[in-house]
């Protein structure tokens, strides 16, 4: 369901335990947290649980009931509106360094729209690494689904050595944003600094395309520091998103206390 009083938020709905129905808005912009309850009711979801992950702080949703679940992330997001030459000075120095030893390897790259191929290398090379590391991601039927339904808006990026390919990642465009979705590089591709070259490579390509920003996903210090450095090594900023939420209409006076009590946790700014 879209929202086009929101900016055509996406509501996504399901049911669980059997029966409950449960909806959620990702990464919304809720300004306007009072004209949110409204439109919820106007939609036919006056009655349903609504989990609410904004797009960034907004602990005024304390004020209409919403009681908070999960305190605010942070991701990196790099600006893509700079020349090429403002881009490159960004880039940390060690970052810029596996860079230029990427290049000098001579790697052919090739861009091209994801296949519908649920057997494609990049897509089985993540889902061990999930398995592996012991996490979970988009399951390979959604990342194909998002590629059938946005045409030619699912870019991948593969660096081979030699007719071999050594690494890729794949981007996910949505209007004048993009995410960097998921990335693979074999024991070779890491030697060659393959990755480093990959993202310069999509970085330059979504800024000629009219691209404003590439979001590089969540920066998290403690559990992946070494993922949070060459994201930030881009010259990427932290942008805190908004924590997550649940407002459920009926109980909005009865969990307004409790809401209360977590404020000051989903205003304060991250420290990732």
Known sequence: MLLPELDNMLVTRRRVLGSLPLAMINRGRHDDPAQLV?????NGLGRTPVILSPDHPCPELIEIGALPLI???AVAVLNLQKTAAERQAAL???WRNRLTHA???RLEIRR??????KDHWLLTADAAQQRQRGYRSWPIALTLAYAQ???GQAKLFQAFEGGTPIAAILILRHGLRASYHIAHATARGKALSAHNLLIWEAMSWLATEGCQQL???VINTEEAPGLARFKLGTGADLQQLGG?????PPLRRLLYPLARLDQARMSATSDA
């Open 112 to 117: 091209q729209t994801m296949p519908q191929d």
């Open 149 to 151: 339904a946005n045409k």
């Open 92 to 94: 940390h120095q060690k």
């Open 38 to 42: 409204q439109l919820l009711r106007a």
């Open 71 to 73: 305190s605010p992330a």
């Open 215 to 217: 979001e590089l996903g």
């Open 103 to 105: 290049q000098s390897n």
């Open 244 to 248: 997550t939420w649940v407002l459920w």
